[in-house]
């Protein structure tokens, strides 16, 4: 996870305050009644409240949390809200667009008062829904007489509704307080914003502007005042007895027309509208919210705009992060080819092509925790693009397209070859880094499928890559594992003078992700059997199993903090990896173990799966906790959810020699699942995995064989 780093100064108002609210000015004269009126209707005012001050600059000790965030994401627009419904300008609450934040603050107030909240959820990926309370008819008794319901959008919406259950007509003033700054999401994280911008009346709301740019807000239906030196609009609503009204807000940056995300037109969505059903009462509602969470984070190449692409996570990074979008688009295989296709064509035009470096394709490091230097995110990319682009191919993405993409797939494994050099392993950053366990797994795994993919299109070169590949599995045996009393255990990385780090971490899974070769047969792996049933016995233990998931750094190692991003907390991504590895190598009580967790955990948290959450241990009657500053939704976490229940089914596709491998999971540890809407061979694919652990096909593309 990659943020952006705050001041070191703290907070100048304590703890949990909040800047004066700018309510409305309620200076108006009552509404006029008729004496022919019946029944006249009850009307209510609020005090005149001081003008609204600006607060001043937040100077927070670190990130703005986000576990408590309601986000809508509808990239490259964003809404993120606390389940108060209200926007007072704090922390990260605000609409953005494209990284800028157009609305910070958006309070509503009913006869003078705020709705006291008492419902807020997230509805779908983009949307959410909040419902608060009044009481305000003398005679109402201590039942809520007015319902206010605001459904906020993430592509710059909010639907205000009043609901009426009050006997007699009500009249009501209406007060919505708006401000901005215009502020860099940037800023906002690291607490370096001014003060709000003055306001200015334009058409039906009010506009902002400063020197970056101009946001207004209109509404509908016109407002009765609006008052841009307090930043107010205001409404005199009559409700009829159960009767109802509307107010509509549109928040826009300067000269921009409704933006659609790209999930949003349904001829360009990539991503299949997949259904899982079955015993398991969470399935369902995982896949349909992680397809949901993957839709709202695409993205398109705006100098190819139909190519997409997934966004690592909101709100820290809405941007391209290439091994997080290649990891998300390989998990998400079983829902199209489109996605990978769109990512390896994105990234093979950032891809550098001459010098020492050529065949790179750039990307950020990260953080490696407590016992290692920073890793070079571009090395991952590196040996997941011809992966992808090979594992793809035997999902069903087209020749043409494969080849087309063929010579960018070839300057990785050339760029593996030539960094490598005379030498065995590859080091992570090069030259000079550590040697990590899970580079030479990425690495071998590139070998193997690149000399697959090499070997099927006719090109030279995959005989290299085996021999090489053969050559690191052998010295990989040799010189990575530690023997111990326990069994021993693979070494986290191998340092340049040959000293090992010992410490046993979620790295680890990827020496299980060997990779899908064809004929529905996985690439072998660095490891042998003996070793790789020890390592399946040390992912399952209670040092690495939380019971939510499987821990970045196990309990019993030096430095573990269950939530140290990658020293401890449950990182999303790397559980599904296990669960995938262990049930394709036949160690399925380890894997239904961090299955059936990351299920729990999934239900506690809506099944919007964070990128991480806590490592603490589960004890009856608890629950995951979350991480601050987590990503959520994430692309990787989302299409793990999509890994997590399609590695049941075993699903191991040759489109091009038409046929299709099941290998479900013979424990059957979620019961009967019926997967449809599947993609396989470029059409519709559903299959049930019975309660036998039995898989049966029952729709697939014309011509494709059942293999053994």
């Not at 571009?378 to 063929?406: H, I, K, M």
């Amino acid at each position: 996870m990659h943020q952006p780093t705050p001041p070191s100064t703290a907070d100048s108002r304590p703890p949990g305050s909040r800047p004066t609210q700018p309510p409305g000015p309620g200076n108006q004269g009552p509404p006029r009644t008729t004496a022919t009126d019946p029944n006249p209707p009850t009307t209510h005012r609020a005090p005149t409240p001081p003008p609204p001050r600006a607060a001043p600059p937040r100077r927070p000790s670190g990130l703005p949390p986000t576990h408590t965030a309601l986000i809508c994401v509808a990239l490259p627009s964003l809404a993120i809200s606390t389940p108060q419904a209200q926007l007072t300008g704090e922390g990260l609450e605000g609409f953005y667009r494209a990284g800028r934040r157009l609305l910070s603050r958006c309070q509503l107030r009913v006869a003078g008062h705020e709705p006291l909240p008492v419902h807020a959820r997230i509805t779908t990926a983009d949307r959410a829904r909040f419902v608060g309370t009044l009481r305000v008819s003398p005679d109402a008794g201590p039942d809520p007489d007015v319902v206010v319901e605001r459904a906020r959008q993430a592509e710059g919406a909010e639907r205000i509704t009043l609901h009426s259950a009050a006997s007699r007509p009500l009249r009501l003033p209406v007060e919505v307080a708006l401000g901005t700054d215009l502020a860099d999401l940037s800023a906002v994280a690291s607490g370096r914003t001014g003060p709000e911008l003055p306001a200015t009346v334009h058409d039906s709301g009010l506009r902002w502007t400063c020197a970056t740019g101009t946001a207004s807000v209109t509404a509908d239906p016109p407002p009765t005042d609006a008052l841009a030196s307090a930043g107010l609009l205001r409404w005199d609503i009559t409700l009829p007895p159960g009767g109802s009204a509307t107010i509509e807000l549109r928040i826009r940056p300067e000269g921009a027309g409704p933006a659609r995300a790209v999930s949003r037109a349904s001829t360009a969505a990539p991503l299949a509208q997949a259904r899982a059903d079955g015993d398991h009462p969470g399935a369902q509602a995982l896949l349909r919210t992680c397809v949901d969470d993957l839709q709202a984070l695409l993205l398109r190449d705006p100098t190819h705009p139909t190519d997409t692409h997934l966004a690592a996570g909101a709100p820290w990074r809405c941007g391209l992060a290439p091994a997080d979008a290649l990891a998300a688009a390989r998990m998400t295989l079983p829902l199209g080819t489109r996605l990978a296709a769109g990512t390896l064509r994105t990234l093979a035009r950032t891809q550098l092509t001459e010098g020492t470096r050529a065949g790179l394709i750039p990307a950020p490091r990260r953080d490696a925790g407590p016992h290692l230097p920073p890793s070079c995110t571009a090395t991952e990319a590196t040996l997941l693009f011809p992966v992808l682009l090979a594992e793809a191919r035997r999902w069903g993405l087209p020749d043409r397209e494969t080849e087309e993409l063929l010579p960018a797939a070839e300057r990785c494994l050339t760029w593996l070859r030539t960094t490598v050099g005379d030498g065995t392993y590859l080091s992570d950053p090069h030259p000079g880094g550590p040697q990590r366990c899970e580079t030479q797994a990425h690495a071998h795994r590139a070998a193997l499928l690149g000399a697959d993919l090499l070997d099927a299109l006719g090109r030279p070169g995959g005989a290299g890559l085996r021999q090489w590949a053969g050559e690191l599995r052998t010295a990989f045996q040799r010189d990575f594992w530690i023997d111990d009393l326990g069994g021993g255990r693979p070494a986290a990385a191998r340092t340049p003078d040959g000293r090992l780090a010992p410490h046993l971490g979620s790295s680890a899974v990827h020496l299980l992700d060997t990779g899908l070769l064809g004929g529905g047969e996985q690439a072998p792996g660095l490891l042998d059997k003996v070793a790789t049933e020890q390592l399946a016995r040390l992912l399952g233990s209670p040092a690495m199993d939380s019971g939510w998931g499987l821990r970045g750094l196990g309990t019993k190692e030096a430095g573990f903090n269950p939530f140290g991003h990658r020293s401890g907390a449950v990182r999303t991504h790397e559980t599904a990896v296990a669960v995938a590895g262990l049930l394709a190598a036949g160690y399925e009580k380890e894997a239904t173990g961090l299955l059936r967790g990351a299920m729990a955990a999934a239900e506690a948290f809506d099944h919007r799966l964070p990128e991480m959450y806590g490592g603490e241990q589960r004890t009856d009657g608890s629950a995951p906790i979350p991480h601050p500053a987590a990503c959520r939704p994430a692309a990787t976490a989302a299409a793990a959810g999509v890994l997590l229940l399609t590695t049941l089914a075993g699903i191991r596709p040759d489109a091009p020699a038409g046929t299709v491998t099941l290998r479900p999971a013979a424990s059957a540890p979620l019961g009967e699942i019926v997967l449809t809407g599947l993609r396989v061979a470029g059409a519709p694919f559903s299959l049930r995995v019975g309660r036998l652990g039995l898989a049966m096909v029952e729709e697939a593309a014309d011509g494709l064989q059942l293999g053994v």
